[in-house]
């Protein structure tokens, strides 16, 4: 579904990105860890379109995207979350959603938007005013419905389940594993939580200077030394 070759980007002097290389199946769910300034979010701003790399190629289901806009790329199957709550000023939460579903699909169907808030339990937020009347964990379900209502076949999801508690966590966690059995979309997932990546993600991939140093099944990855290394040595931010 997914396939990034060779993906190099450079701010000033910095290789946030360093031929990075990564495929993301159809239907499957990879985590993506690495320390702090390890090239994570970049990577999520190439894919999505808001950041042009210097070098490298970008296909999504088998078209090459390389060149394409993030407006056009969430027309073809691409949404994400940020991992700071961006909700729409001024807006109700239903609303963010429909301007969401808008952008992404070029129509509303209020169907849809109800289906999605009674997933992530925002119903009775509703007509709430999603700037200044929502909960952390609220803002954190409310990225993820926005994304949704995109209808997304890839989801980059950029550290949805930070700063929660552990029993949001786990709520989150099954939230995820709830939206994937329903929806199906390939899923990319930011997170810091080994624990969760090791229970939500069959596979997960290391970035560490921005350059992909593991790439497997978690038990397996987490126990290389220099993905252990890349956790407890000097890092940089990119």
Do not use: W
């Amino acid at each position: 579904m997914l396939e990034l070759r060779d993906i190099r980007v450079r701010f000033g002097g910095l290789h946030a990105l360093d031929g990075v290389s990564l495929s993301v199946a159809a239907g499957e769910i990879v985590g993506l860890v690495g320390p702090n300034g390890a090239g994570k979010t970049t990577l999520f701003d190439v894919i999505s379109g808001t950041v042009r790399p210097h070098r490298g190629t970008l296909h999504f289901e088998n078209a090459d995207i390389s060149r394409t806009s993030a407006y056009q790329r969430a027309r073809r199957g691409i949404g994400r979350t940020f991992q700071i709550p961006q909700p729409m000023h001024t807006l109700t939460v239903a609303e963010n959603l429909t301007v969401a579903q808008r952008f992404g699909t070029g129509q509303v169907n209020p169907n849809t938007v109800a289906e999605i808030l009674d997933l992530v339990e925002l119903t009775d937020r509703a007509s709430r005013d999603a700037a200044s009347e929502l909960s952390l964990a609220e803002l954190k379900a409310l990225e993820v419905a926005k994304a949704l209502a995109t209808q997304p076949r890839l989801l980059l999801l950029d550290e949805v389940l930070a700063g929660l508690e552990a029993s949001g966590k786990r709520r989150f966690t099954k939230l995820l594993a709830d939206i994937h059995a329903r929806y199906k979309p390939a899923i990319l997932i930011i997170e810091h939580d080994i624990e969760t990546i090791s229970t939500l993600c069959p596979r997960t991939a290391v970035l560490n200077f921005g350059q992909l140093i593991a790439d497997g099944a978690p038990d397996v990855v987490f126990s290389q030394p220099d993905v252990v290394a890349s956790y407890t040595g000097a890092v940089h931010d990119a």
